[in-house]
């Protein structure tokens, strides 16, 4: 997979790998990097591409497709309930909770929990600019909801807490599929786990014999067969 470097705004670079995307948020007097990729490269040579200013490094979640290049940093922020999957990564952890807050300078992203795809899966929010900084919580998807740690009932609540928190004309950055898209990707991340619950989606044939892919519009939802 080609690793390229795209500026999206005056503050915002994607570090993107065709199949996953990290960022680089720049304020006033530091810079943010979320995730860390699912291929290896020298990712600390692009950041150094993209900014010059101090950083620090925040995790979506610890998915093995945003950790790849993790080992290149000294120390990272992640969700206390994410900590267990880092423990063959020899870095200093540094816990956020609900409510946390980096200030970049001229930008604030605030960390909001969002359990569901993992328990320790957060999104980042600038009130002040509306921008949210998904992680695989929203896109357009297919979110993977099958298998290891993944807990539907907490994905639904997280997908409404965003729907209430969020501004109708929020912009959402996530690490996966069309970047960015607006706020209607939530509510079709719920229609179509409701039309799946209910039936009146059928599921299509996906890579895996015991999963499969519901679509509504522009979401998909990757579900076990037993679910059903």
Wanted: net charge negative; charged share 20%.
């Amino acid at each position: 997979m080609e690793t390229v470097i795209k500026k999206i705004d005056e503050n915002i670079y994607a570090i993107d790998q065709e199949m996953v995307r990290s960022f680089v948020i720049t304020g006033q007097k530091q810079a943010l990097i979320i995730d860390t990729g699912a291929f290896p490269v020298d990712f600390l040579a692009l950041v150094r591409q993209v900014t010059s200013l101090p950083f620090s490094l925040c995790l979506t979640h610890s998915d093995i497709d945003h950790i790849t290049n993790l080992d290149q940093f000294d120390q990272v922020y992640l969700h206390g309930d994410e900590t267990a999957g880092l423990q063959d990564h020899d870095i200093r952890m540094k816990t956020v909770k609900e409510g946390d807050t980096f200030d970049l300078g001229g930008m604030i992203l605030e960390v909001i929990h969002t359990p569901g795809h993992t328990p320790g899966s957060i999104c980042l929010l600038d009130r002040q600019h509306h921008l949210l900084f998904s992680g695989d919580t929203v896109s357009y998807g297919p979110v993977y909801m099958f298998g290891k740690q993944r807990n539907m009932d907490q994905y639904i609540h997280s997908l409404k807490k965003l729907n209430d928190i969020v501004s109708d004309d929020i912009l959402i950055y996530p690490c996966h599929n069309t970047c960015p898209i607006s706020k209607e990707g939530i509510s079709q991340l719920l229609t179509c786990i409701a039309k799946s619950d209910d039936h009146s989606l059928i599921g299509k044939p996906w890579q895996r014999d015991d999963v499969l892919l519901y679509q509504y519009q522009h979401c998909g939802i990757l579900r076990a067969k037993n679910e059903q």
